[in-house]
């Protein structure tokens, strides 16, 4: 009775992932016009107020703690919806990063592929905050350390960073 | 009885029929060296199928052409979980060793796993021969649908975009290997669903698994590139998700 507990959850599974990447809400990007026409504001500034250490103890001094939860948890639920602007804005770059890649002008066939890796990498610093955040809002009170495997994640994205720029270089060569 | 086995036959045909317009499309539009294991799959299954035709009234090769031809289309679906990996991930060659490497390990540990429970304990007599093959063909099915499970997950987490040909292939290949293992399930192990129905059932997820193929391989469409890059922000956001990364860690 264990496998049909186990299989029929992860047939379910999969098919609600394949309807996800089929039936995707973000918007197609065929055009840099469909960038410009769909892109989100997302200002950095009210961003790092949200999530600023000094402004969260200013307010834990200020408020009673279980306002100081409340409030906190408000701020961060605000700093999770920025970031998933954040994230579709990268989604949306890094298919315009390759439809500049698939010309034939060899600069911009290097810089579009820079655009990919930045928006790699800031896709993966994403899911490092949103973490973060995710338990930062379960626990607000908490000082949350990072798990160490930090790091490794630092080391995957410095791996990233130097295999493009390698595969980059022999592009321009050639 | 007439109108159900009209509607068998036609669930029967029309795949192989749509399958082999495909494979007549991707080698027109130069797709078959790009994607040669789909390419081998489409072509395969209708070839199967006109040798089921002809050896139909022959119990004993029909019997080795159903079950041979279902363990390489089986196969086929499994290099093509490595086919889609390979494309999508062809930019960033890194991710594309990492992700290439680990599923061949799960994969090199679910046959040998598989191989050592039928050896210990196979049996020949024939009402049980039939049983442990359809055992063999849900575990089958269950590697293909955790390999897809990850493969999309990772996909989605790292926001990286699919292609249209890869995307078509992936989403016919997963949702067929989702349906397929629950019907699988259904039947075998819980035994709700009559044969009848559950063939019919399987037939209808595997034209629907058709169906997407033909959504995404047979219209034409083109992709000009695009000319200039826009100006971003993406330096200025990694740069301050990295400063508070770095606060956050130190403190601990």
Known sequence: ????????????????????????RAPEIRRLEDWEANRYDVDI???????????????????SSRRFRSFQRKRLRLAWRMLQLVERNTAMLMKVGQ?????????????AEELIAAALRLRVN?????????????????????????????????????VRQQSGESLILS | ???????????????????????????????????????????????????????????????YIYWGGKAIAILLSLGAVFETVSQ???????????????????????????????????????HKLLQQVMFLEREARLLLVCLWILFTI?????????????LGIAAGFAFYAALDLALLELRID?????????????????????????YYFLPRRVERPVEQLPSTDLGRWNHVLMHYVDQWYRRS
């Not at chain 2, 819980?190 to 033909?214: E, K």
């Open chain 1, 126 to 162: 994403l899911l490092l905050i949103q973490t973060y955040l995710c338990v930062k809002w379960l626990f607000p009170g908490w000082i949350v350390p990072v798990p160490p495997c930090e790091t490794r994640y630092r080391q995957l994205l410095h791996s990233v960073v130097q």
């Open chain 2, 190 to 214: 819980l035994n709700w669903i009559p044969d009848n129905f559950f063939l019919f059932l399987r037939s209808g997820a595997y034209n629907l698994a058709v169906g997407i193929w033909a």
């Open chain 1, 99 to 111: 439809l500049a890649r698939s010309g034939v002008d060899p600069v911009m066939v290097h810089q």
């Open chain 2, 1 to 63: 009885m007439q109108a159900s086995q009209s509607v068998a036959t036609l669930l029967w045909i029309l795949p192989l029929v749509i399958e082999a317009t495909i494979s007549f499309a991707m080698l027109r539009r130069k797709l078959a060296g790009q994607y040669p294991v789909f390419f081998s799959y489409t072509a395969f299954m209708p070839l199967r199928g006109v040798l089921l035709l002809f050896f139909q009234a022959s119990a004993g090769p029909h019997f």
């Open chain 1, 1 to 24: 009775m264990v496998s049909p507990i186990i299989i029929l959850p992860l047939s379910a599974c999969l098919l609600l992932l394949v309807w996800n990447i089929v039936h995707t």
């Open chain 1, 45 to 63: 500034a009210s961003f790092r107020m949200l999530v600023d250490y000094a402004e969260e103890q200013h307010l834990r001094s200020a408020l």
């Open chain 2, 154 to 166: 990772l996909m989605s987490r790292l926001g990286l975009t699919w292609h249209r040909y890869p």
């Open chain 2, 88 to 126: 999508v991930l062809r930019s960033y060659p890194f991710l594309r060793r990492v992700v290439l490497w680990f599923f061949t390990v799960i994969v090199s540990v679910v046959i040998v796993g598989a191989l050592v429970f039928l050896i210990s304990r196979w049996q020949v007599a024939s």
